[in-house]
């Protein structure tokens, strides 16, 4: 199984959040399973904790996270669910990064690790969604 690592789950870890126990769990768990891998989103949301490029690969490395890059499907299902979010009037706390990292999950991957199950559960319905709890 590979799993794709949304933001919110390295977050906690790097910056030893209250979740982070759980979060570094449920990547253990999730390492069990198969792979971890992050989209280029991910990694440039993550990358302003990290002095340099090279920490922040270490850090992955470390955990056992692939980058995997994302391809033209992809970005457009991102944009197919985006377009579907502005004609529902979705609230504007939502941006492009949410749904490609969602789309990358949905299409490129077997389900996604994330703190924000509700929004990705809502709006990527095939998505499997995996919390630090367990599958959402």
């Known amino acids: 199984m590979k799993t794709a690592v949304d933001s919110s789950i390295l977050f906690d ?3 030893g959040a209250l979740g982070a126990a759980k979060a570094q769990a449920a990547l253990e ?8 891998c992050v989209c280029a989103v ?8 990290f002095k340099q490029g090279q920490d922040l690969q270490d850090f992955l490395a470390d955990c056992q996270i692939d980058y995997d890059a994302m391809d033209m499907q992809t970005a457009m299902e991102a944009a197919r669910i985006m377009r579907g979010y502005a004609n529902n009037k979705g609230p504007r706390e939502r941006v492009a990064p949410d749904f490609l990292i969602g789309a990358h999950a ?3 991957t077997d389900g996604l690790l994330t703190n924000d199950s509700g929004f990705f559960r809502h709006y990527f319905a095939k998505l ?4 630090p709890d367990g599958v959402a």
């Open 13 to 15: 870890i790097v910056k």
């Open 42 to 49: 991910v990694v440039a949301e993550l990358g302003r904790y």
């Open 128 to 131: 499997q969604v995996i919390t």
């Open 106 to 108: 949905l299409v490129q």
């Open 29 to 36: 768990a999730a390492l069990m399973r198969g792979s971890l």
